[in-house]
């Protein structure tokens, strides 16, 4: 069975410009999670999806940030327009909906705002 | 803050040693997981303890959560080379599902 997958590993943008992170999770799984490190800094939660629908946004840090869940599968972050201060890992996370909580974690979209 | 304390923040040991990181948190907990990140990688699951359990053990990890410090320790017995890594402790609070993490222990096992 495939891991929860993230697209691009890498990404390099100017300040200003637009960018698009992708997440496939684990199939099966209703709950999506997108996470962040900033550099120096703890892994902060950004949002949560059950299926399509977003079940808490409370970490996202501003308006420049818009996540969605087309059909309950894949997942896009996008920020518009990207600050230097956006730099860091974006981390995805799946999970199942019932008893165990464990989140299985994809390995992450480095991006670098110049 | 709600992400509390890891400590230490590093940790260097030989290998066969025990390893001990301590982690606590501020207020009601469902659940508390261990994650190990090798460099430069993913967040891998190493286990979870719901608030109702004391201690959990999987292969060489201990894990134990004293709910009236609220604090939990993740021990590694007979340390590896293979298990330089960090360790981040995430919490899960009463009533969400989005795991809060900490800083984080940065362990170093010397072959």
């Known amino acids: 069975e495939a891991g929860v997958t993230q697209f691009p590993s890498h990404s390099v943008i100017e300040k200003g410009q637009t960018v698009t992170l992708r997440c496939d999770p684990i199939?099966?799984?209703?709950?999506l999670y997108w996470y962040r490190r900033v550099m120096g800094k703890e892994i902060k939660f950004l949002l949560h999806?059950?299926?399509?629908?977003?079940?808490?946004e409370s970490g996202m840090p501003n308006n420049r940030f818009l996540a969605e869940r087309t059909g309950g599968t894949y997942s896009t972050l996008k920020v518009q327009p990207a600050e230097l201060e956006d730099s860091g890992v974006y981390f995805c996370a799946s999970s199942l909906t019932g008893a165990r909580d464990e989140q299985f974690f994809g390995p992450g979209t480095r991006l670098t705002v110049l | 803050s709600q992400q509390g304390e890891e400590d230490p923040q590093a940790l260097s040991i030989q290998e066969g040693e025990n390893a001990t990181m301590n982690c606590s948190y501020k207020?009601?907990?469902?659940?508390l997981q261990w994650y190990r990140q090798n460099s430069g990688r993913g967040l891998v699951h190493l286990i979870l303890?719901?608030?109702?359990?004391r201690e959990k053990h999987s292969g060489r990890l201990r894990v134990t959560l004293d709910t009236s410090k609220k604090s939990s320790s993740l021990l590694i017995t007979a340390s590896r080379a293979a298990d330089t890594a960090s360790y981040f402790c995430?919490?899960?609070?009463?009533?969400?599902?989005?795991?809060?993490f900490g800083s984080g222990t940065r362990l170093q096992v010397q072959p």
């Open positions: 303890i719901r608030s109702n359990e």
């Open positions: 995430a919490k899960v609070y009463t009533g969400r599902r989005a795991l809060t």
């Open positions: 199939s099966g799984h209703d709950n």
């Open positions: 207020t009601s907990i469902n659940n």
């Open positions: 999806f059950v299926k399509e629908s977003k079940q808490d």
